[in-house]
C-alpha cells in the first residue's frame, strides 16, 4: 500500500494571486503546508503539485518534492493528474493554503479510507459563529445519519442555524488512485461549477459516496492577505516564538 500526499498549487487566484508564495513569517505559505505533511509517517511521498515555473523555483529553493502538471481547473483534478503519472495506492489532497494544517487531521482522513474501505473521505468541522456560517469562503457540508455527505454549499446551509448542527469542510481528502482517475475523466458538472468550484459535488452528481470524518483539529485557510498576521501570531504561539 503506497501512499502519496500531493499539494495542489497553483498561482493564479481570483481573490490572492500568488496565494502559495505569500511570505509568512520569511517562509512562503506553501513550504508551511508542506513541513506539516512531512510530519505524517504513513505518507511515502510528498509532493507539490504545480503548472507555475515560479512555485517550481519555490520548490527548488526550499527542497521541496514537486511535479509540473498541466493547467486544472481544481485541485483534485491536478491530484488526479499525479495519479496518472505515479503508482501510488492512496492519494491525498492537502490544500496549500492551510499553513496550519494538523497532522494528526490528515492521518485521520487517511484512515477512514484505509480503515472503513470508501474511495472518497474528507473531514468536518462544526461552525458554533453565525458569522462563519454566513461567509461565502466557508463551504458547508450537509451529511446523512452515515456520515456520508449529502450536500456542499456556500450558502448558509442547513436553513435554521439555531435547530441543526452546521458543519464547515475541510480542505484536506483522500482518495483511491482508481477513483481519482475516474473523477478526471468526468469533468465539471453544473451544480459543481454553481457553487463556485466546490469539486466534491463532481462526486455526488455522479452518484458516489464522500466519507465526513468529525474533527475538532483548528485550521485556517487563507484565502485573503489580511489574515497573514493571524495565521502569523497561531504559529508563533504553537512554535514557542517571540
Given amino acids: 500500500m503506497k501512499i502519496i500526499g500531493v499539494i495542489p498549487s497553483r498561482y493564479q487566484s481570483s481573490r490572492y494571486p500568488g496565494k502559495p508564495l505569500a511570505l509568512i513569517l520569511g517562509k512562503p505559505m506553501v513550504w508551511w503546508v508542506y513541513e506539516q505533511a512531512k510530519k505524517v509517517e504513513e505518507i511515502d511521498e510528498l509532493v507539490v503539485a504545480t503548472d507555475d515555473e515560479r512555485i517550481a ?84 457540508a450537509v451529511c446523512d445519519l452515515n456520515g456520508d455527505a449529502m450536500y456542499f454549499s456556500r450558502a448558509p446551509i442547513p436553513y435554521n442555524f439555531d435547530k441543526a448542527d452546521a458543519y464547515l469542510l475541510v480542505g484536506l481528502y483522500a482518495y483511491t488512485r482508481d477513483f481519482l482517475i475516474e473523477f478526471l475523466s468526468w469533468g465539471q458538472t453544473d451544480l459543481e461549477i454553481g457553487e463556485n468550484g466546490v469539486e466534491p459535488i463532481r462526486a455526488l452528481q455522479h452518484g458516489r459516496k464522500i466519507r465526513l470524518g468529525i474533527s475538532d483539529l483548528p485550521t485556517i485557510g487563507v484565502d485573503m492577505p489580511e489574515q497573514i498576521p493571524e495565521v502569523e501570531e497561531l504559529i508563533r504561539k504553537r512554535d514557542g516564538l517571540s
Avoid: S
Wanted: charged fraction near 30%; charge should be negative; hydrophobic fraction near 35%.
Fill in 57 to 140: 523555483d519555490c520548490c527548488r529553493q526550499y527542497g521541496m518534492n514537486y511535479m509540473m502538471t498541466g493547467e486544472h481547473v481544481t485541485g483534485a483534478d491536478r491530484v488526479a493528474e499525479v495519479a496518472e503519472r505515479t503508482d501510488g495506492d492512496i492519494y491525498l489532497n492537502i490544500q496549500g493554503d492551510e499553513p496550519l494544517i494538523e497532522p494528526e487531521a490528515i492521518r485521520q482522513v487517511l484512515h477512514i479510507v484505509l480503515d472503513e474501505g470508501v474511495e472518497y473521505a474528507a473531514l468536518r468541522t462544526k461552525i458554533d459563529e453565525r458569522t462563519e456560517w454566513e461567509k461565502y469562503g466557508v463551504v458547508k
